[in-house]
């Protein structure tokens, strides 16, 4: 039986793939940082993000800022982490 989740492991490969070219800038211009980058399957964005920070010394996340009026001006993604996570949070305003 075929399901929408057959193509997990092209995805998971994809979005792999663009991380690193994502990050290749930084790794260039600072070659003394430690960038770590991780594909994962889970049920919960927040979740993740929120375990992988016991062992980080910052997490850099983007954010959005909504432009209605009603509700947290910041995602749910992003105000879970900043209220949960175990390390200093960097927040990169998306224009």
């Known amino acids: 039986?075929?399901?929408?989740?057959?193509?997990?492991?092209?995805?998971?490969?994809d979005q792999a793939t663009a991380t690193?070219?994502?990050?290749?800038?930084?790794?260039?211009?600072?070659?003394?940082?430690?960038?770590t980058e991780h594909v994962v399957r889970a049920?919960?964005?927040?979740?993740?993000?929120i375990a992988v920070t016991a062992d980080a010394d910052?997490?850099?996340?983007?954010s959005r800022r909504r432009s209605h009026p009603v509700g947290s001006s910041l995602g749910r993604v992003t105000h879970t982490v900043l209220h949960h996570t175990h390390c200093p949070v960097g927040l990169v305003p998306h224009s």
């Not at 039986?1 to 490969?13: C, E, K, N, Q, S």
């Open 20 to 35: 690193a070219r994502l990050v290749a800038p930084v790794r260039k211009e600072f070659p003394d940082l430690t960038v």
């Open 58 to 62: 910052l997490i850099v996340i983007g």
């Open 1 to 13: 039986m075929a399901t929408m989740f057959d193509g997990v492991d092209r995805l998971a490969a």
């Open 43 to 49: 049920g919960s964005v927040p979740e993740v993000l």
